[in-house]
C-alpha cells in the first residue's frame, strides 16, 4: 500500500528482534505512543 | 473413534482431562471429540458420569486460570506468543481483543464456541484486570456450558455414535483416504493463506547491518524508521528502535496522510 502510493518503503529483514540482537540502540516506547487497555477494574 | 473409545474406557478420566487441559491452555487437540467420546463412555456405563463431568470440568478451569494468571502478569506479550501459530499474528490478536471489548465480560460464558477467541479470552481478561473472583464465575459458567454441550451430544446420541463408528469402521479404508486427502487439502491451504499475507515478496527488503550503515553514513532527515507493530503499545516498557515513530497498520489510510514522500520508510514489527 505504501509502494501504491508513491512511498519508498523497505521493510527491516527480521525486525525488532534482529535489530536487537545486533546491538543497535533502542528507546522505551513514549507513555503518550502506549496504547491504554481498557479494565473492567 | 473405536480406537478411542477403547483408549477411554482404559484411561478414561486421565485421558479426557488431559485433552481438556491441553485445549485450555492453547495446544491444538480437540476437547469437543474427547468430551463427545466421554459422554458415551458415560451413557454406556464405561465411565461415571458425574466423576467425568467433575474432572473434565476442574481441567479446564486450571487450564483457563492458568492463562489467566498468565496474561495477568504478561500482558500482551502472552496474546502474541498464543497468535504465533497464526498466519497472521497481529490481526489475531486485534481480532480477539475487538471481540472481547465488544461483547464484554459475558464473552467469558461463550468463548469456548468461538474459534479463535477461546483461548484467548482468559488471558485477556487477565490483561484487562478482571477480579479473580468474577473471572472465575464466569469461567464456571462457560466452562460448564461447554462441557455439557459436548459431553450431553455423546451422552444422548450414544447409538447414533456407535452406527457411525461401525460405518467408519466398514469404510475404514476409504475414510483414511479421504482423511489424508483433507490434511494435504488442508495443508495446502494453508500455504496459500501464508503466501497470499506474505508481504515481504513485493516490498524491498533491508538488512540490519546494511541500515544501520545508511544512518550512520547519510543524513538522518532523509530517513524515516517506522514501527508497524500494534500489540507492542500495550506494555509499558516496552522498546522500539530508537528514533523511530509509530504507523498503526489498522489504520494505515489516515497514517499515511502525515508521512513524508520525500524519505526512505523502514518499517519493522517484531
Not at chain 2, 460464558?109 to 473471572?135: D, E, H, Y
Not at chain 2, 491451504?189 to 547491518?209: A, T
Request: aromatic share 10%; proline share 5%.
Amino acid at each position: 500500500m505504501l509502494r501504491e502510493q508513491g512511498f519508498n518503503a523497505f521493510v527491516i529483514v527480521g525486525g525488532l528482534a534482529a535489530w536487537k540482537k545486533a546491538g543497535q540502540p533502542l528507546e522505551s516506547v513514549p507513555g503518550n505512543d502506549l496504547v491504554k487497555l481498557p479494565t473492567f477494574n | 473413534m473405536h480406537d478411542f473409545m477403547a483408549l477411554i474406557e482404559r484411561h478414561g478420566y486421565l485421558l479426557v482431562s488431559s485433552i481438556v487441559f491441553a485445549e485450555a491452555v492453547g495446544l491444538p487437540v480437540p476437547a469437543a471429540i474427547g468430551l463427545v467420546g466421554a459422554g458415551a463412555a458415560a451413557a454406556s456405563g464405561i465411565l461415571h458420569p458425574g466423576l467425568m463431568l467433575l474432572s473434565v470440568l476442574l481441567s479446564m478451569m486450571a487450564g483457563d486460570a492458568l492463562l489467566f494468571v498468565l496474561g495477568r502478569y504478561t500482558g500482551w506479550a502472552l496474546l502474541g506468543v498464543l497468535c504465533r501459530v497464526s498466519v497472521n499474528p497481529e490481526t489475531c490478536i486485534l481480532r480477539s481483543a475487538e471481540s472481547f471489548y465488544k461483547r464484554g465480560k459475558a464473552t467469558l460464558i461463550i468463548a469456548k464456541f468461538i474459534p479463535g477467541i477461546n483461548t484467548m479470552a482468559p488471558p485477556l481478561a487477565g490483561s484487562m484486570r478482571m477480579r479473580p473472583w468474577q473471572f472465575v464465575r464466569l469461567d464456571f459458567l462457560g466452562a460448564s456450558l461447554y462441557i455439557l454441550a459436548y459431553f450431553g451430544v455423546g451422552y444422548v446420541f450414544r447409538d447414533f455414535l456407535a452406527t457411525i463408528t461401525h460405518g467408519l469402521q466398514t469404510a475404514g479404508r476409504a475414510m483414511e483416504e479421504v482423511l489424508l486427502l483433507a490434511i494435504i487439502g488442508y495443508a495446502v491451504y494453508r500455504i496459500w493463506l501464508y503466501r497470499k499475507n506474505s508481504v515481504y515478496r513485493v516490498v524491498p527488503r533491508i538488512q540490519v547491518e546494511e541500515l544501520a550503515r545508511r544512518l550512520a553514513s547519510e543524513n538522518e532527515s532523509n530517513v524515516l524508521i517506522a514501527d508497524v507493530r500494534s500489540h507492542g503499545y500495550y506494555d509499558p516498557g516496552a522498546a522500539r528502535i530508537k528514533g523511530s515513530v509509530r504507523l498503526e497498520p489498522n489504520n494505515l489510510a489516515e497514517e499515511l496522510k502525515n508521512f513524508p514522500k520525500d524519505k526512505d520508510i523502514y518499517l519493522y514489527c517484531t
